[in-house]
């Protein structure tokens, strides 16, 4: 049985200022993890790694994710959630920099792993709750979407300063790429140490939230864990909901090598130039996400979110294909480079939707939380085997051009899987009695 207590409401200013502090960490936290979006081939080159070795640590940090989704949710209800997420940043900001040295292999296997307890075990669920904690009753999707929107806003700018850093240091022959490289690594790991420092300071803030005496309450009744954790898995609404994220994941990190896609294709696109167009694609993120969330308020997240899903894998055959056709170099970097901002485009209206269709699910409030855990550990699992397929696949292809090709194909087919799914859960969720739904906010 749920507790209830009544709590007094924070003040909306207390609330946004806060939201946006969490947004500005979402923002800087996660890309310096994922440089190779923009940065790839000079990673590889600069770690003097190959594409397999480069796919083995994003897969021990994907392995580290998997495993700390779930438990990162109960750490959250142990531990005040701006503690922890001023843990993240100063962690992650530190072993940044231990990355900037450019070490060894087997320090990046740990540097890799390192970050995914920082970002996945300590700053996921915390944010999560931190932001239902801040919003009121039925303002969590606006919360969420100001979060997600403004992550990519965030990470937008932060990838144009560094973008911008990264041309002025290697020049115009891209003569000095590492050392662009070490200062781009330098500004985000300094970023997020510096922000730890401002979580810190608003640590005693949120001890004086009045909605703590409800976490605690609830925390006394949470003694069910294996038994809720059962009634979860036996929902068929959490599978095809972690199935649609897998699939909006999978084409969320093919658009990872788009960069390395353009210098690969003998097209004469240097680093800076594959950079620029994969940043124009970062600034997407903000327009696709509230853009994406906007539509799918008026005509239906499913509906929305199967026809962001279809378009996006017609985009990445376009890009496939289009390479093949007899047209000259410039039209064709041209529809690459359409092809690029329009999968992007549609790939972040997708995450946009990713927790929104989380409303469809039968589970009580008492228990949303562990599923989304369970969700989370689901359909963020191709965090682990992805990057060994794609370098794999990058390692033993002819060339690099059909190895990004054959990958982008593979990313196609499990985008099905989640059109599929999108199918299957309209039909549930159209045949169910209207009085059983009862809509649960996403948090």
């Not at 070795?53 to 949710?73: D, R």
């Not at 320090?107 to 390192?114: E, K, N, P, Q």
């Not at 896609?261 to 694609?281: C, D």
């Not at 794609?390 to 499990?414: C, E, H, R, W």
Request: proline share 4%.
């Amino acid at each position: 049985m749920e507790n209830r207590v009544n709590k007094t409401p924070i003040k909306n200013s207390n609330r946004y200022l806060q939201i946006l502090l969490l947004t500005i960490a979402g923002g800087a936290i996660y890309p310096m993890l994922y440089l190779r979006q923009i940065y790839q081939d000079t990673m590889i080159h600069a770690f003097n790694i190959s594409h397999v070795q480069l796919g083995e640590l994003y897969s021990v940090m994907g392995l580290l994710f998997f495993i700390c989704y779930t438990p990162s949710g109960w750490l959250a209800d142990k531990i005040k959630p701006m503690k922890l997420i001023t843990l993240s940043l100063l962690g992650t900001g530190l072993l940044g920099l231990w990355y900037s040295t450019l070490p060894s292999y087997t320090a990046l296997l740990i540097i890799f792993s390192g970050w995914g307890v920082t970002t996945g075990l300590t700053f996921w669920g915390a944010v999560m709750k931190r932001i239902k904690l801040l919003a009121s009753k039925n303002e969590a999707g606006r919360f969420y979407g100001i979060y997600d929107g403004g992550r990519g806003l965030v990470e937008s700018i932060l990838a144009s300063i560094a973008l911008y850093i990264f041309s002025v240091t290697v020049g115009p022959d891209d003569t000095n790429i590492v050392q662009g490289l070490v200062y781009v690594i330098h500004m985000y790991s300094w970023f997020c140490i510096f922000l730890a420092g401002v979580c810190f300071i608003c640590i005693s803030f949120e001890s004086k939230q009045p909605e703590e005496k409800e976490e605690k309450q609830a925390k006394v009744n949470n003694k069910s864990l294996l038994k809720d954790l059962g009634y979860i898995l036996r929902q068929p609404e959490v599978w095809l909901i972690a199935i649609i994220i897998s699939s909006g994941y999978h084409l969320f990190w093919s658009t990872y090598s788009f960069s390395g896609y353009l210098q690969s294709g003998g097209w004469g696109l240097t680093a800076v130039m594959a950079g620029t167009i994969t940043t124009i694609k970062l600034w997407l993120r903000p327009v696709g996400g509230v853009g994406g969330g906007f539509l799918g308020d008026k005509f239906g997240n499913i509906k929305v979110l199967t026809h962001a899903l279809t378009l996006s894998a017609l985009g990445l055959v376009g890009l496939i294909c289009i390479p093949s056709v007899n047209l000259p170099a410039n039209v064709v970097v041209g529809f690459c480079i359409f092809f690029i901002l329009f999968v992007g485009l549609l790939t972040y209206a997708v995450r946009g939707l990713y927790w929104a269709i989380i409303e469809n699910l039968k589970v009580p409030e008492s228990k949303l939380g562990l599923a989304i855990g369970v969700i989370s550990a689901i359909g963020y699992c191709p965090d682990i085997f992805i990057p060994l397929i794609n370098g794999y696949i990058m390692d033993y292809a002819p060339d690099q051009k059909t190895g990004y090709q054959l990958y982008f194909s593979y990313t196609v087919v499990m985008a099905c899987f989640g059109i599929v799914a999108c199918y299957v859960l309209k039909q549930r969720v159209s045949v169910r009695p209207a009085p059983a739904v009862t809509p649960v906010t996403v948090e």
